[in-house]
């Protein structure tokens, strides 16, 4: 008894481009947003109010759509599974871009009503940006009351506002923060 050998599967050129939008449309968002918007939306999101449930929500409406958009035509069964394994893994390469490029961007179109907060000042630091030799500067910071809406973290900070805090060293500082369009803690101003 003699075993057929399976035959290849055919899929047209734009089968494999197709599969790598979930990861090529968010970066296109994100520069387009850059050269648009800039920094003229407030991005600057709190620690542990981050968007990463809504970078997965829209990596996986990315990842489902390409899917379809690249199956489309084809019959084979083994190629859309392929392209299932494939969208899905590049999808989760586009996870970052979505939670940490383009939803803060969006998440700072519309704040709601700003909120003074006092926070415990516990260190400061820098560290180099990559490939570059710019420095981002950063406060790590903790609410002085419990029922804060922001949490204890990590803030980054203007170069100014961590000039004046190393030379002025308070135990208490202010931020203002206000809530976003897709419900995170934008933070507007540090005193």
């Avoid at 990315?62 to 590049?90: N, S």
């Avoid at 910071?141 to 419990?146: T, V």
């Avoid at 803030?155 to 203002?176: C, M």
Wanted: net charge positive; aromatic share 10%.
């Amino acid at each position: 008894m003699s075993r057929k050998p399976a035959s290849r599967v055919s899929v047209p050129p734009s089968f494999f481009p197709k599969l790598m939008l979930p990861f090529f449309l968010p970066a296109i968002l994100t520069l387009v947003l850059m050269f648009t918007v800039g920094e003229s939306w407030p991005r600057n999101i709190a620690p542990g109010s981050g968007l990463k449930l809504w970078g997965f929500g829209a990596t996986a409406v990315t990842a489902l759509l390409a899917w379809r958009y690249a199956i489309r035509g084809i019959a084979d069964p083994r190629a859309h599974k392929m392209a299932a394994a494939v969208c899905g893994v590049v999808g989760l390469m586009g996870w970052p871009i979505w939670s940490i490029g383009i939803l803060p961007s969006i998440n700072g179109v519309s704040l709601g009503p700003a909120e003074t907060v006092r926070m415990t000042l516990e260190r400061t630091e820098t560290s180099q940006e990559s490939r570059r030799r710019r420095l981002n500067h950063w406060a790590y910071l903790a609410p002085a009351n419990p029922d804060a809406p922001v949490g204890a973290g990590r803030y980054f900070i203007a170069e100014d506002v961590h000039d004046d805090w190393n030379s002025r060293r308070p135990r208490s500082v202010s931020l203002t923060t206000a809530e976003g369009l897709l419900g995170a803690q934008v933070v507007t101003a540090f005193e």
